[in-house]
DNA sequence: CTGTTAGCGCGTTCAA
DNA sequence: TTGAACGCGCTAACAG
């Protein structure tokens, strides 16, 4: 209706008294008359007022902003960690600003690209795998960064313990009996992640502690390289009894190409994977939980409590991990292991 | 490095010119010499200098911020919607606020918790199925709003057919020589959604034109709908040849208790969703695509378009569905229709 | 083509 | 407990 939106002129005009009580009334500051306080608010409500974060931030110097910065917007992952960061973010009454950077190369220079500088309180990036040079030039911006899905030391991070976590798996795999178990990674041209390489060393740890000499596969990303990858294992003079992926997107890609060669899964091979995406129950796999939702959440906090100068800007947290079984791992045939 | 960021006035002195050169550099306004205008980038690059947005915004009535609303961030189909949305945005220069306002009832007065007014350009609305009342209350925000996937005549919406697309599903399925087609949707307690309502009619409508009765069946949403959903057709006398889900997660639902009872799909039973949901390559499904991405990107330029005053505030966008035929579908045994 | 000036809407002094 | 004046960083209108 009203073209131009009410200001605090208007709100205070309305409630017959000055800015600068309608502005105390509005931040909750004390030293303000119950009956006014009430008065300026009814006054506020009826104008359906709200506070210019624009014009507040111009004088505070906070902008009540905070900026996320994912890589992809797409994959089930980012979407599950920004409703955790959203979530926390709102307890604060701080508003999300979502930035969409990109692969890894292309991404060259996002740091000064991106409107940042005095346009947010704060930057959380997710699984950026930022690289030394990249972290420096965040510090340029000069607001607090909060790093997910990366472990940084001396600054704010959260992150699980990739490694721990594929070792975890590594070992079900183990108890349940297998021996010729096969790791399928994603292998990316001219990079990869550190998330990657942990996963990747902790099924090569879990192999070595069991004796038993690591057996990798990497192929492309996504559900393409999982069915790559499986292809070739099947092709194998000895096929694998277990195969292990680096993340349930391959996994998936995996379990397709055993369907359709008619390879019982867990009867003739045990699938597991990493990640529990949503659809993961849905093909009954057996997968390594990582919270992601928890994970944007504890972000979240903690970039509120920096800005609150509550928690420390080095403050690290590690998620846990969970192993979710479910039917597409068992024991071999004939197993010694934990199967009778 | 710098604890305090640089401000205009930094870039100014460091240039040896004047606030409103820099200013018009800046904002790449006419009327500046060419070396003059290298001087002034270069010293805002050493400053790594950006325009604060809030204090332009002040000025301009401007904030260079769209504001995007979902009910949920986690299902994969918001990321996709935001990844459209958040390209578009990018092209414009505009920044992305995404908010995350929950299920239909719990967000009761959303339109005036959240600090929309005044504090960005325009709203998308993504899947929020407004009332009446609640996008009269977003008028009152002064900016424009543009919803997507939901059409509302005088507004910018951008949507897709939902009665066509689950209609032409249907056919599909009618065309292989099915009879016994059941529906599964989900029914939601207080509420259901115009596109539940859209699909299920289209289903209707196709059903009629050949002369069958509907048969639809609704649970709750998601995987544990479909799951009961299928449960009660595989119990009923006759059981159908051919279901068709209102959404991949239904689908997905019934595709793992198709599985676990040993039913073959498409053998037995033909297996349809909606959406094709990015799980739905692996499980093979066949669906209705409705492309998610493009109607994010429409939905953005839509936007940009409204506020560069190049398109009406009551545009319609209607998005194409198209069938994508996997191997969950088939003739049924003995069939007449399209099989041999 | 460039510099000067006056606010944009608000929070923060101060003085009353 | 309240109100008036000032300035945050920037743009727009003007003057030069």
Known sequence: ????????????HRAGVSLSTVSRVLRGAPGVAPDVRLRVQRAA????YVVSRNASGLVTGRTGRVA?????????FFGVVLSGVSDALREADLDMLVYQVGETRAREGWTRALPLRRNSDAVVTVSMDLSEDECHRLDDVGVPVVLVGQCVPG???????????????????LNLGHTRIAYIGARREEWSST???????????????AGLAPWSVGKATGHAGGELAMGELL???DPPTAVLAEFDDI??????????????????????????HDAAA??????????????????????????DGKARTDTHVEMPTQIILRQSTAAPRGARGLST
Not at 1 to 12: E, T
Not at 68 to 76: A, I, S
């Open 1 to 12: 209706m009203s073209s131009q939106p009410a200001s605090m002129r208007d709100v205070a």
């Open 45 to 48: 409500d009826e104008l359906s």
């Open 68 to 76: 996320v910065v994912v890589p992809f917007l797409q994959p089930w």
């Open 155 to 173: 600054r704010a991070s959260v992150y699980i313990d990739d490694r721990a976590g594929a070792a975890g798996a590594t070992r079900h795999l």
């Open 195 to 209: 998330s990657s390489r942990h996963r990747l060393e902790g099924y090569g740890a879990a192999m070595a502690t």
């Open 235 to 237: 092709s194998d003079q």
């Open 251 to 276: 996994a998936m890609g995996a379990h397709r190409i055993l369907r359709r060669s008619g390879v019982r899964v867990p009867g003739s091979i045990s699938l597991m994977g990493f990640d529990n």
């Open 282 to 307: 849905v093909l009954d796999l057996t997968t390594v939980d990582q919270a992601p939702y928890d994970t944007g959440l504890a972000a979240g906090r903690l970039t509120v409590g920096i800005l």
